[in-house]
T-cell receptor, first 115, second 113 residues
Framework: DADVTQTPRNRITKTGKRIMLECSQT?????MYWYRQDPGLGLRLIYY???????NKGEISDGYSVSRQAQAKFSLSLESAIPNQTALYFC??????????????FGPGTRLTVL | GQNIDQPTEMTATEGAIVQINCTYQ??????LFWYQQHAGEAPTFLSY????GLEEKGRFSSFLSRSKGYSYLLLKELQMKDSASYLC??????????????FGTGTRLTVIP
């Protein structure tokens, strides 16, 4: 079973629609992240959460919001989708700093197309 | 700000050795990661360097020079399945003071027979 899951895996929607992307993890990690990936731009951080009561904006948070419903669940919302939000979205998790690597583990991604 | 550079594309022959370079300019530094990403899939962790020198893990090695802001990923005995994008990421302090990863745009490696 996958440790980090994302739903949906693919979504096509229209401009102006509200969209929610969901992420769940069974790794027991405190930290969760949302990234978007665009060709030629690499992975960019949208929002991150270091525990259930902690939400922080990343590099490109405008047009997005998040909710950390539980330690294992972190959702990303697009309140009014626009075409330049078409991208591949990844959720990631990591343990608390203090371990040797604290590497991030990524979900399978959600491909979002906004028409 | 953070600036992380790596070549966009590389091609190498099956069985050969390839070196993928990464240079970075960041306000701070708390480690450098390499990830592998096959097309349409999730990035997966390959290696981590925080001190200068070479870290070896099977066919993959990663080198770091903090004074030069430079790292490379070395792949030996290339296999067709190594065709993927390789992402360099630096852990640095963001605008909130938290340690987060900043990614380069990735190097797409194509292995040919």
């Amino acid at each position: 079973d996958a440790d980090v899951t994302q739903t949906p895996r693919n979504r096509i929607t229209k401009t102006g629609k509200r969209i929610m992307l969901e992420c769940s993890q069974t790794k027991g990690h405190d930290r969760m992240y949302w990234y978007r990936q665009d060709p030629g731009l690499g992975l960019r951080l949208i929002y991150y959460s270091f525990d259930v009561k902690d939400i922080n904006k990343g590099e490109i948070s405008d047009g997005y919001s998040v909710s950390r419903q539980a330690q294992a669940k972190f959702s990303l919302s697009l309140e009014s989708a626009i075409p330049n939000q078409t991208a591949l979205y990844f959720c990631a998790t990591s343990g608390s700093t203090g371990t040797a690597y604290n590497e991030q583990f990524f979900g399978p991604g959600t491909r979002l197309t906004v028409l | 700000g953070q600036n992380i550079d790596q070549p966009t594309e590389m091609t190498a022959t099956e069985g050969a050795i390839v070196q993928i370079n990464c240079t970075y300019q960041t306000s701070g530094f708390n480690g450098l990661f390499w990830y592998q990403q096959h097309a349409g899939e999730a990035p997966t962790f390959l290696s981590y360097n925080v001190l200068d020198g070479l870290e070896e893990k099977g066919r993959f090695s990663s080198f770091l020079s903090r004074s030069k802001g430079y790292s490379y990923l070395l792949l030996k005995e290339l296999q067709m399945k190594d065709s993927a994008s390789y992402l360099c990421a630096v852990r640095d302090v963001d605008q909130t003071g938290a340690n987060n990863l900043f990614f380069g745009t990735g190097t797409r490696l194509t292995v040919i027979p």
